[in-house]
């Protein structure tokens, strides 16, 4: 990620660059995904980052933020991700970190991760949503957020599409797995802003994939409604068990600008994905199945021509929620 560091924080000291060699993922090619999507597809998987996940990009990023301000304290609501890599790099900061769970929701190696590395767990009745409203009470006491909100999250998370670019100097579609819109708003910013300096040979079409059962952004896509409506969120895929995105406005910016689009698919079709992605010996936990699902969809569907250059993110590492495939849904 800091090979980027005049793109994402051109101010920070490296002395406060609180890092763990995050970024420079793989992006594969597998015969028997590509068959399956109706397309060749490339994959990026961010699930190869530090803590498993593509949250540590934006992470390294927020945390030295943090340290550069004096924080003493980091706090973040999460499905998982956010908080193993949160307590991660809070523990490397040595910064104390709380983190905000829906109670019985997290997949149980997210939750022995975040412990692991030290972070205390408050269980919230309810969804994630109701997690990050409670969690920025302490932010009021002096805690500093690390979810997306925190526009250094997203100023990290940027580098995916440095990456993509990097690989391959011209891309027509981009897929990415929504929850908060945090990553889908981040790859958006990235690109407007290559787009402004007049860097890039054409726009990729940025695709953000919603689970059905939590599809809120989706619905206001296809509805052109004005806002977003909550939703009470329900997915086997846990990671994007979100009902009420607080980054739509940014996401919806960066589809309309892209021509891209949001495009929503069952919990059969995310899993029937995964499976895919086991089998070809890559691998990734259930959201992160959804983008390589959704472009199946849209393939199937005629939105996309069988000569352009696609490629699907995998947010997460295969170990990250291994019970939910397997009827136990945390
Ligand atoms: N994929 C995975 C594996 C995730 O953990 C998340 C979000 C997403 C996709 C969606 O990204 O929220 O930026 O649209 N996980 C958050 C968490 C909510 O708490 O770990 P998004």
Avoid at 243 to 260: D, F, H, L, M, Q
Avoid at 311 to 319: E, K, M, S
Wanted: charged fraction near 25%.
């Amino acid at each position: 990620v800091w090979k980027y560091r005049y793109l994402i924080h051109p101010a920070l000291p490296e002395s406060l660059t609180v890092s763990r060699n995050e970024g420079a993922t793989t992006m594969y090619r597998s015969d028997r995904v590509s068959q399956y999507a109706g397309i060749s597809l490339h994959l990026k998987h961010d699930g190869e980052n530090p803590t498993g996940s593509f949250k540590d990009r934006g992470m390294t990023v927020a945390v030295s933020e943090a340290l550069r301000l004096g924080m003493k304290r980091t706090v973040c609501a999460s499905t998982g991700n956010t908080a193993a890599s949160a307590a991660s790099y809070s523990a490397v900061a040595g910064m104390e970190c709380t983190v905000y769970v829906p109670a019985g929701k997290v997949s149980q190696s997210k939750m022995a991760q975040t412990l692991a590395y030290g972070a205390r767990v408050v269980e919230v009745d309810g969804t994630f949503d109701n997690a990050l409203e409670e969690s920025l009470d302490l932010v009021e006491d002096g805690s500093y957020t690390l979810n997306s909100i925190n526009p250094w999250r997203v100023e990290g998370q940027k580098t995916v599409l440095y990456e993509i670019l990097e690989c391959m100097s011209d891309v027509d579609i981009i897929s990415v797995p929504a929850g908060n819109l945090g990553n889908t708003s981040a790859i958006g910013k990235a690109i407007m802003e290559l787009d402004t300096l007049g860097l890039l040979k054409k726009v990729p079409r940025l695709v953000a994939v919603q689970a059905e059962g939590a599809a809120p952004f989706y619905r206001m896509w296809v509805e052109h409604s004005e806002s977003i409506s909550r939703v009470e969120p329900v997915t086997v895929a846990s990671a994007i068990r979100i009902g009420n995105p607080v980054s739509w406005k940014k996401a919806r910016r960066a589809i309309e600008y892209t021509s891209g689009t949001v495009v929503s698919v069952s919990d059969e079709e995310i899993l029937e994905a995964k499976r895919c992605i086991d089998r070809a010996g890559i691998g990734c936990e259930p959201a992160s199945a959804a983008s390589v699902a959704g472009i199946r969809k849209m393939v199937q569907e005629g939105e996309i021509s069988r000569d352009e250059r696609v490629v699907a993110i995998l947010t997460g590492n295969l170990l990250k929620d291994p019970m939910s495939p397997v009827g136990n849904k945390v």
